[in-house]
């Protein structure tokens, strides 16, 4: 009988992984763009919606309702970065209204 010599699985090489506050601020810059595009895209719609119905198909309520949506989240996204910015006590994160 021949011995069939199996070698050992090898482990894959140790890529340099990204700091975790890297990691972090990638994730918000994703949330803030997709906050963009869907608050956009639901303005827009009840721009398209009031336009049709109330103003005589006129394009100023689809603009209007993509800035109002674009405003709200970059307030939110504001926010957001903000916040990350507060001083903290005893290593909570302090809230201010």
Known sequence: MASSSVTPAVPPP????RPF????LNEKWDHCLSTFLIRSTYGAGFGI???LLLFRRR???VW???G????RAWEECDSSFKR????SREGLRVLRP
Do not use: D, H, K, Q
């Open 14 to 17: 140790n890529r340099p992984s």
């Open 21 to 24: 506050s890297e990691a972090l």
């Open 49 to 51: 919606i009031f336009s």
């Open 59 to 61: 394009t100023w309520p």
């Open 64 to 66: 209007t309702g993509v």
């Open 68 to 71: 109002f949506g674009a405003g």
């Open 84 to 87: 990350a910015t507060t001083p």
